[in-house]
């Protein structure tokens, strides 16, 4: 894509009547990242947990959100994943929908499992080349070559109050569930008697997209449930393109209610139409000289918070994945997988358990619960080996009926997302609450290039007395031939470093204008750094050796060799 230089300002926020869905103020996250690109915890919660309850809201640590985009037929698909914290009694979940849901139904757990393994952004090295008279004892490599990259809860009260329609009513999973239409005034009144807490200020944010016609759908725990019985919530919405266009918007304004600092927001978007791009937000592209390299990108989180930073009001994306999603095929479901007449016929308890193991269905945290739910004797022994409750007649029909409904269907729904869709992107940002002030929309360009999660880089070792690797410096060499040197100690000039900008540059992919362009002023820097810090000991008395061990390879042996250089003082 060519880019101009910027005409205009800043385009305008995302309309409340397009707006698909809300999250509310509860911990929408998927599961942990691996070490390739940091950890993050969600912070812990207070005892209220939704948007609206009778205490102070939970604060929401996280969000992440599948959506799938049939644009010809208008119809969206967003699966949420709710994490949360907190009393059961005070699980209340509100989400402005922009039209009266077709479906809702519990999603798929495994889906946001699988798709945050496969598609986190990695930082290894796959290229390890020693300069100078080096050493390197077999003990080395051998150590190298073995690192592992490491009452009172149930659907509210029918409404009585005016100005208020109450849609549908049923139970989905762990939930009962409620969809209401009306006036911000009505939809006030019926939610202040329906046990949901309502302030000016939240009511402030709801009045824009209920004013527009937005629908509301709540969700609370039935009687009988507890938070570990939570589950993602899957909507489907369709409508007609002369009434209103569906589209991917996340309305962030709501959930500054109560949000974390930097809070992540991940989006995976499957659709036909090509690469999913920030329409009202900018895109960032972040500056990998400044990732912690040595560590594996540690830093990432950090450098992506201070690189959307840079952008106009701290809003902008950055692409994490973008292309085709095929390597997801049969990742989490497959046809004939799971064989139920089989189970079903299972009327022992310890031979339930012994086919679901087989099968591999029994240790999934969503199984479990079900398991400890539906047989006393599992409840009082979660730990015990099958093998114990041999001889003990169950009818296994309603826990499987739950299994199939609550487990395995939302697999194979997220699976014929996957499969179906020839464009699959991940984007990230990290907003503080003072940042959310505007809803991001999601269009697509299929002419854009695709964008690897995995990032990699040659690790340069220079040899000094003794011919220890590394003990003359280091350097990182990125695929565009860059280099950034390091000292014998593995750190760089963090004088220069730090003064780097995090982006390299700020564009708004979707009317193709490039707002900043941070090369020059890097690479300046970047010239500054290695001048300062030198490029190691070139001794030239032996040739350059090199290696494609991979991964973690040359890491490892800078912690050998540093470890070596201490006990030899």
Excluded at 312 to 329: I, K, M, N, Q, R
Excluded at 385 to 409: R, Y
Aim: aromatic letters at 8%; one cysteine or more; glycine letters at 8%.
């Amino acid at each position: 894509m060519a880019f101009r230089a910027p005409a205009h300002a800043w385009p305008e926020a995302c309309n409340p009547t397009r707006t698909m869905f809300r999250t509310s103020a509860l911990a929408l996250t998927s599961s942990a990242l691996v070490l390739g690109a940091g950890l993050h915890v969600p912070g812990s919660a207070e005892a209220c947990g939704g948007f609206f309850c009778d205490t102070v809201p939970v604060v929401q640590a996280e969000e992440a959100i599948i959506f799938d985009v049939d644009l010809p037929n208008n119809t969206v698909t967003a699966i949420i994943n709710i994490v949360y914290q907190g009393s059961a009694d005070e699980f209340v979940w509100v989400l402005p929908l922009q039209t009266a849901p077709e479906t809702i139904s519990t999603g798929s757990q495994q889906a946001f499992t699988t798709l945050q393994q496969t598609t986190t952004p990695r930082f290894q090295f796959t290229e390890v080349e020693d300069v100078g008279a080096c050493s390197e004892p077999d003990e080395f490599l051998a150590f190298a070559s073995n690192s592992d990259t490491a009452g009172g809860r149930g659907a509210p009260e029918s409404a009585e109050d005016p100005g208020v329609q109450v849609i549908s009513r049923k139970e989905v999973g762990p939930y009962a569930t409620v969809v209401l239409e009306g006036t911000p005034e009505g939809v006030r009144t019926w939610l202040v008697n329906n046990g949901f807490l309502v302030t000016d200020a939240m009511m402030q944010l709801v009045t824009p997209y209920l004013a527009k016609g937005d629908t509301l759908l709540a969700l609370k725990l039935l009687s009988d449930r507890d938070v570990g019985e939570i589950r993602p919530i899957e909507v489907t919405m369709s409508a007609n393109a002369s009434e209103k266009t569906l589209e991917a918007c996340v309305p962030i304004r709501l959930t500054a209610i109560a949000a974390n600092t930097d809070m992540p927001i991940t989006t995976y978007v499957f659709t036909d139409a090509g690469r999913a791009i920030p329409q009202n937000f900018f895109h960032a592209v972040p500056n990998l000289l400044k990732i912690d390299w040595l560590n594996r990108g540690s830093n990432y989180r950090q450098l992506i918070a201070d690189a959307v930073d840079e952008a106009d009001g701290g809003h902008a994306f950055v692409t994490e994945y973008a292309g085709s999603p095929s390597f997801l095929a049969g990742t989490i479901y497959t046809e004939g997988q799971f064989d139920f007449a089989r189970l079903r016929a299972q009327t022992d308890l310890g031979r339930l358990l012994d086919e679901l193991a087989r099968q591999g269905l029994r240790f999934r945290s969503e199984v479990q619960t079900i398991l400890q739910n539906r047989f006393e004797a599992v409840a009082d022994c979660p730990n015990c080996n099958s093998t114990q409750f041999l001889g003990k007649t169950i009818d296994p029909n309603p826990a499987l009926d739950e299994i199939e409904a609550d487990v395995v269907e939302p697999d194979r729904r997220a699976q014929a997302i996957f499969d179906r869709r020839a464009h699959f992107t991940r984007l990230l940002t990290m907003l503080d609450p003072e940042e959310m002030t505007v809803d991001p929309v999601f269009t697509y360009d299929a002419t854009l290039p695709e964008v690897s999660n995995q990032h990699d880089a040659k690790l340069i070792r220079y040899c000094g007395m003794g011919g220890t690797p590394g003990s003359a410096g280091l350097a990182v060499e990125l695929k565009d031939g860059r280099r950034v040197y390091f000292d014998g100690s593995g750190q760089p000039n963090r004088e220069f470093i730090d003064a780097m900008p995090n982006a390299l540059r700020i564009e708004q992919l979707a009317e193709g204008i490039l707002v900043k362009d941070n090369s020059g002023a890097i690479g300046d820097l970047l010239d500054g750094h290695n001048d300062r810090n030198g490029a190691g000991c070139d001794c030239g008395s032996a040739p350059a050796k090199r290696s494609t061990a991979g991964g973690l390879f040359g890491v490892a042996l800078l912690g050998l060799v540093l470890l070596l250089r201490r006990r030899t003082r």
